[in-house]
């Protein structure tokens, strides 16, 4: 049973626009959430991450929205660059549950095209 | 970057035989995590560790086995490889929950 989701496999941007990924979330007791990035025969490398008691979190050209009562997330890159071609990886943790580690969604694929 | 090295990077081997992968650290960081990668399945927690000899059972556990007798290295036991347990590995450290977790750079596993 799947608690992160990432329903998109992939995505095709073209360079410039914005980028939007998605996430959903069935465990109600996470309550940290986390974007990692990972390049082909790399580990994944972490990018942005948002406590649920926010609803926002920039990064430069990284921002992370929470919706706690649609248990959604999403990631926006703007503007979208052609190294920002990857894989994304949602994930998220129960702070209650100490050394649990990360939960992850399957992640999605984001071709950014010039 | 986070001191985090895996070895080895890449291994084959064959079905039955015993395998070992090393995770060390040189970060001092209190928890430790092994996951797998496969196509479909994004990462997979196999078993994850909170402090030396203090060790527990992830998602996919089954067929794997774990030891951590120091801080910094964390090891991974395949005791009689079988071809599922192909994959790509990583291991990753975390300070204290609600941080992020870093990642090594991983370590490809062909079980022929």
């Known amino acids: 049973d799947q608690q992160v989701k990432q329903n998109s496999p992939s995505l095709s941007v073209q360079e410039g626009r914005i980028s939007i990924l998605n996430c959903d979330y069935t465990n109600s007791m996470f309550d940290y959430f986390l974007w990692y990035k990972k390049y082909p025969a790399e580990g994944p490398t972490f990018l942005i991450s948002?406590?649920?008691?926010?609803d926002k979190n920039e990064d430069g050209r990284f921002t992370v929205f929470l919706n706690k009562s649609a248990k959604h997330l999403s990631l926006h890159i703007v503007p979208s660059q052609p190294g920002d071609s990857a894989v994304y990886f949602c994930a998220a943790s129960d702070s209650g549950g100490g050394a649990d580690g990360l939960t992850f969604g399957k992640g999605t694929h984001l071709i950014i095209q010039p | 970057d986070a001191g985090i090295t895996q070895s080895p990077r890449h291994k084959v081997t064959e079905t039955g035989t015993p395998v070992t992968l090393r995770c060390h650290q040189t970060?001092?960081?209190?928890?430790m995590y092994w996951y797998r990668q496969d196509p479909g399945h994004g990462l997979r927690l196999i078993h994850y560790s909170y402090g030396v000899k203090d060790t527990d059972k992830g998602e996919v556990s089954d067929g794997y086995s774990v030891s951590r007798s120091k801080t910094e290295d964390f090891l991974l036991t395949l005791e009689s490889a079988t071809s599922s347990q192909t994959s790509v590995y990583f291991c990753?450290?975390?300070?204290?929950?609600?941080?992020?977790?870093?990642f090594g750079q991983g370590t490809r596993l062909t079980v022929v």
């Open positions: 990753a450290i975390r300070d204290r929950a609600n941080t992020e977790a870093f």
């Open positions: 948002i406590s649920s008691i926010k």
């Open positions: 970060e001092n960081h209190r928890y």
